[in-house]
Every structure is written in structure tokens, then in C-alpha cells.
């Protein structure tokens, strides 16, 4: 054996156990992106808590926006569902949601897959995630709730937002306007279908006193137009026309 001269010394392999090189800005605004993937599919059954967890200052944590007070004479309103067939002026843009929930549950489920798109928008209007008359009160909690999220998400994201007011007509809740700002942008699709027309005139009156908007824009028809424009301003939000 003293012939032979046995080497037990290990190359230098690399095994990929050091630490990747922590990107602590990226890592902080999208952690669920940094986590092992079984932990991913647990943050994201929680409801965008890992995305964001802003609680405002109100008895149910519903998060608050500042207001938007961007001058938007000349918009282009377009549909959320209709955005591909938008052949104007990408930065004269405005999108709404006044269109089916199951239209836009993506934005809820995945909050970055449409950011860069409406980030590059001229504003947006926060998601009319539906408040029916006969959904529990918790349901309609939850989705002004999501409301509130997306509209607090995309504007710490650079997003330019129009607050979506909205409300059970039969029964009006103050959580209906947690967390949307005095003297803001707001806006409302105005459909009546359920002969409703006085009593949703009535409280809508009275959340413009409470908020003393800066603009308004409502989705209407016609119709709905002539006789709304005797009680207050706004700007018309038409229908998709291509």
C-alpha cells in the first residue's frame, strides 16, 4: 500500500444551498413570490393576507385610500371585459367593472396579473363587486371589503383610482363607504331594473353630501341621464361602442 497515494479530499462542488441574494425592496412588496410553493398555495387560500395586509381605521380593518384628485376631462371609459378591443389612446384609458362579477374575478384571485395594465391606465375604477339586496350581510361585507383592498393595493402600486360607491338599497349599511375618502372621485353604475328609482336617488344624495366628491361618473342610460342631471352633475360613463 505504500505504493499508492489515495487522495479523500471532495472537489469544490456547488450543491445550491447558499442563500440566494436578497432583493429586500421586491421581497417586501411581493413576499408570496419568495416563498417554497407548498407555502404559496397556503398564502394564496388566504385571501391576499400576503399580498397585503393594510387594515384601516375602522371598526371592521376595511382598508383606506387617499383621494384621487387627478383632472380626467376626456376620458375614455372602457370595460375591464372589453379592454382588447380598445383601439384609442392607451394613456387616455379609464376601466370599469360595471360589468359581471365572474368577468373580473381575476384581479381578486391573482392581484398582479393585470397590475402593470392598469398601472399604465389613466384611472380605474375600484371593482363593483355585486352587493344584492338578498346576500347575507356578511357577503356584502366581504365584498366591499375586496373592494377596498384592490383599491388600497393598486393605489400603493401607482394606480389611479375612482372610488365605486355602492350599497344595499333595502337596507344601507355605514360600512358602505369605509374607507373611501372625502373629496375624492367617485363612481356608480345606475341600472333600474327594480323600479327602486327614488329610494336610490335618495341615498345617493345623501352619500354625496357625506363624501362631497370632487367629480362623479355614472354609467346610465339615456334616460336615466336626463333626469339624474336635475338633481347633480356628473360625467357619463357609455357604453362599450366598438
Given at each position: 500500500m505504500d505504493d499508492f497515494e489515495l487522495d479523500f479530499s471532495l472537489p469544490d462542488f456547488d450543491l445550491g444551498f447558499d442563500e440566494p441574494e436578497d432583493d429586500g425592496a421586491e421581497k417586501e412588496k411581493h413576499p408570496i413570490e419568495y416563498m417554497p410553493d407548498y407555502q404559496q398555495k397556503r398564502a394564496r387560500g388566504l385571501d391576499n393576507l400576503f399580498h397585503m395586509n393594510a387594515p384601516g381605521g375602522n371598526e371592521w380593518g376595511i382598508p383606506e385610500t387617499e383621494p384621487m384628485t387627478e383632472n380626467?376631462?376626456?376620458?375614455?371609459?372602457?370595460?375591464?371585459?372589453?379592454?382588447?378591443?380598445?383601439?384609442?389612446?392607451?394613456?387616455?384609458?379609464?376601466?370599469?367593472?360595471?360589468?359581471?362579477?365572474?368577468?373580473?374575478?381575476?384581479?381578486?384571485?391573482?392581484?398582479?396579473?393585470?397590475l402593470d395594465f392598469l398601472r399604465n391606465c389613466r384611472a380605474v375604477v375600484t371593482p363593483d363587486f355585486s352587493v344584492y339586496t338578498d346576500m347575507p350581510k356578511a357577503q356584502q361585507l366581504w365584498n366591499h371589503y375586496r373592494r377596498q383592498w384592490c383599491a388600497k393595493y393598486?393605489?400603493?402600486?401607482?394606480?389611479?383610482?375612482?372610488?365605486?360607491?355602492?350599497?344595499?338599497?333595502?337596507?344601507?349599511?355605514?360600512?358602505?363607504?369605509?374607507?373611501?375618502?372625502?373629496?375624492?372621485?367617485?363612481?356608480?353604475?345606475?341600472?333600474?331594473?327594480?323600479?327602486?328609482?327614488?329610494?336610490?336617488?335618495?341615498?345617493?344624495?345623501?352619500?354625496?353630501?357625506?363624501?362631497?366628491?370632487?367629480?362623479?361618473?355614472?354609467?346610465?342610460?339615456?334616460?336615466?341621464?336626463?333626469?339624474?342631471?336635475?338633481?347633480?352633475?356628473?360625467?357619463?360613463i357609455p357604453p362599450v361602442r366598438w
Open positions: 380626467l376631462y376626456g376620458i375614455e371609459w372602457i370595460s375591464f371585459w372589453d379592454k382588447s378591443k380598445y383601439i384609442g389612446d392607451p394613456e387616455n384609458m379609464g376601466v370599469h367593472f360595471f360589468i359581471e362579477d365572474f368577468q373580473f374575478k381575476s384581479i381578486w384571485e391573482k392581484p398582479d396579473k393585470h393598486w393605489q400603493d402600486n401607482g394606480v389611479n383610482i375612482v372610488s365605486c360607491v355602492t350599497w344595499d338599497l333595502l337596507d344601507p349599511q355605514p360600512w358602505s363607504l369605509y374607507g373611501i375618502p372625502n373629496g375624492t372621485q367617485i363612481a356608480r353604475s345606475w341600472v333600474n331594473k327594480n323600479g327602486m328609482k327614488q329610494e336610490r336617488l335618495t341615498e345617493f344624495l345623501k352619500i354625496i353630501d357625506r363624501l362631497e366628491p370632487t367629480k362623479i361618473f355614472i354609467k346610465c342610460s339615456p334616460a336615466d341621464e336626463r333626469e339624474l342631471r336635475k338633481h347633480f352633475n356628473f360625467e357619463v
